[in-house]
């Protein structure tokens, strides 16, 4: 059974930076792709970032230079660094494995970034 655990969650002023850690068990974590979730209050869950197994990233629009996925396969890890936080980014991150549907999350960290 794969198990996500979360860290690195807080509040931050607007402009500043925080880094998200995702550690993986259970899974051949070095051949999956891993992803980050957010889902703020009356929202739906959305995509943030992924990375694949071979190190490509994809981001969403909203976050494209600000945000940087990167995993560390001997340690099991995905990190989500985000700099230049804005108040719309406030949520609730998740870090996931095998996809939206099928796949197994973390409980989740809170980022609120105040204004």
Do not use: H
Request: hydrophobic share 35%; proline share 2%.
């Amino acid at each position: 059974q794969v198990q996500l655990v979360e860290s690195g969650g807080g509040l931050v002023q607007a402009g500043g930076s925080l880094r998200l850690s995702c550690e993986a068990s259970g899974s051949i974590f070095s051949l999956d792709t891993m992803n980050w979730y957010r889902q703020a209050p009356g929202k739906q869950r959305e995509l943030v970032a992924a990375i694949t197994s071979g190190g490509r990233t994809n981001y969403a629009d909203s976050v494209k230079g600000r945000f940087t996925i990167s995993r560390d396969n001997a340690k099991n890890t995905v990190y989500l660094q985000m700099n230049s936080l804005k108040p719309e980014d406030t949520a609730v991150y998740y870090c996931n494995i095998g996809g939206f549907v099928f796949g197994s999350w973390g409980q989740g960290t809170q980022v609120t970034v105040s204004s």
